[in-house]
């Protein structure tokens, strides 16, 4: 496998202001996308994000054309550059149909994923529609799919085709435990106990949803969570009653393409968040 050319991914770190986890998350994501080499998918994201990659120090001509071949549908040969014209040769016909600026993605739906504890799903259905969003269920995706028994994946790109964003909605549904057997000194405290996460379903879907869209999966954690080392340095929202956590979510959908609406002071009040979902969720 051909390794990313380490000058390219510095300057999509440069470029989006990121660190290196999150370069890394970006380039799987669009190598699924395109399905092509992580190589290739950098040079693409490389180029979404405005870098010139025409420089050789960053991607030579075979890589070019072999990611353009991959967008196309066409070969390498057929999608390298056409040799030049003889001087007497006619001018090609001009294409007056400019190609339209993309636009950003504004929508008020947004799928939400969520655990058992019905308290704070209302709360945070209750809080998003409140900056004039309107939220939608996981097994409301399930539906949209009109399939019997469709993947995960199935279910977010259907989901993605309406909705601006997935919010994760991570809550201390279940009890977990490093076993004995597998523990090391070097553990931290909460391997040791039970302490609370989110369930299985919940976890898994934020996987798959941060796999192919991880600027639009924003994870928002309510109450204690046992911490999960694959999402270190991954921002996540500890949502409360608090102005400036709720200020927060609110941005953060804002930025993945959501239709918001924080006009009022209504928003900063709407939907319950309280101690009392903190409690049992820990046992020391």
Not at 45 to 69: F, M, W, Y
Not at 146 to 162: I, S
């Amino acid at each position: 496998m051909a390794r990313i050319n380490p000058r390219l991914l510095e300057r999509i770190q440069q470029k989006l202001g990121i660190g290196h986890q999150q370069a890394y998350r970006r380039i799987a994501a669009k190598a699924t996308e395109l399905m092509v080499s992580r190589d290739l998918a950098a040079i693409a994201v490389a180029a979404d994000a405005g870098i010139n990659v025409s420089k050789a120090t960053l991607a030579t001509e075979d890589q070019r054309a072999a990611l353009r071949a991959a967008t196309t549908g066409r070969s390498p040969r057929e999608s390298a550059p056409a040799p030049p014209r003889p001087s007497n040769a006619q001018p090609a016909p001009r294409n007056r149909r400019r190609s339209q600026p993309r636009k950003a993605r504004k929508s008020n739906s947004v799928m939400v994923v969520h655990g058992r504890n019905s308290e704070a799903r209302d709360a945070l259905f209750t809080f998003l529609r409140a900056i004039g969003l309107q939220p939608i269920e996981f097994t409301q995706g399930i539906k949209k799919t009109k399939r019997g028994a469709p993947y995960v994946g199935q279910v977010l790109d259907t989901m993605f085709a309406q909705a601006a964003a997935v919010v994760v909605l991570l809550t201390a549904d279940d009890e977990a435990q490093l076993k004995k057997e597998f523990r090391k000194p070097t553990d931290p405290a909460y391997e040791r106990r039970l302490t609370g996460q989110a369930r299985p379903n919940v976890l898994f879907e934020a996987g798959r949803a941060f796999g192919t869209h991880p600027d639009e999966t924003i994870l928002v954690q309510v109450g204690p969570h046992r911490p999960f080392t694959d999402i270190s340095g991954v921002h996540i929202v500890h949502l409360g009653n608090d102005a400036s956590s709720r200020q927060d979510l609110a941005n953060r959908l804002e930025q993945a393409g959501c239709a918001t609406n924080t006009d009022g002071t209504d928003w900063f009040t709407a939907g319950e968040f309280g101690s009392k979902r903190r409690r049992g969720l820990t046992r020391k």
